[in-house]
């Protein structure tokens, strides 16, 4: 059977199309770094790219999500440290008052000192980030404690996600932080200093109105102390639950980014010699188009 000129070059017209067709998919792989561009490319690949990428969202979420509660957690652990220190302050005053070699004008003297820790404890308590309160609860708008040393916040956790089905707590109430057997430090410190300006060593045990001596005001620093050292303990387990955390998202994030570029993101040196290849058939096919022709153009001259 003869191969009519005609037949050659519908052959040749058809390579010559399929070659600049792939040369425009591999360029705009080249062009923008995909190798799926769109989902005719390929479909069970794009869907495999949206999952890769839903997910690579919700652990940038719960990074997010992390760093605040880190920030948070850490700015308490930093004010609770300020009130340990100076609630340790008034316990040495007040191991000081309990000796019973001063004078009542001796006590009376360091009451001052006394007054001064129990209004920066309350200040302490009074701290805020971004304009919350944040020993407040959900009632970050108000202040935590009034002027008689109640608590005005609530009992409400601020819970944010880190994980997927695993939340933690932020905050730490102020009602848990600043106060021990339901009496809270600044009351401590007020007694202490009534007790010094009014020379008075212990509680009268026969009248539990009797306000509490210097004696018994020490006992409350140092059960106070031990309750710092606990909340400090529970945020700094939460802050270390919190790095270990960050460690697995960042491990599992370079997971599925790996797997989304094995996906989706075009292998470039791959691309450049596919490029290569069909520049090399399109430069055949040109040259065996023009000697087609120019046999045509003979056999019909002749």
Sequence with gaps: MRITSFA????????LQERLRDMSIYSDRLSSGKKINKPSDDAFGMMKAMDYKVTINEFDQYKKNIDEADSQLSLTDT?????YLQISSAKELATQGANG?????????IAPAVANIRDEVMRLSQTTSGGRYIFSGYKTDTKPFDVDFN??????????????DSTMAMNV????????????????????????????????????????????????LENA??????VRADVGAK???????QSSLDDRNLTYNTLLSN????????????ITKIQVALESLRASGAKVISQSLLDFLN
């Design 8 to 15: 050659i070059f519908n052959q040749m017209t058809r390579s």
């Design 79 to 83: 004010i609770m440290n300020s009130v």
């Design 101 to 109: 070699s001063l004078t009542a004008e001796n006590r009376a003297a």
């Design 151 to 164: 608590y005005q916040g609530d009992t409400n956790a601020m819970n944010v996600l880190i994980d997927r």
């Design 173 to 220: 109430l102020g009602n848990e932080a600043f106060s021990v057997n339901g009496t809270t430090f600044m009351e401590i410190l007020d007694d202490l200093t009534y007790a010094l300006e009014n020379d008075k060593m212990d509680q009268d045990p026969l009248n539990p109105l009797d306000p509490p001596g210097i004696r018994q005001a020490l006992s409350a």
């Design 225 to 230: 102390i031990d309750q710092i050292t606990q």
């Design 239 to 245: 802050m270390k639950r919190l790095e270990d955390l």
């Design 263 to 274: 996906t989706q993101d075009t292998d470039i040196a791959e691309t450049v010699t596919e």
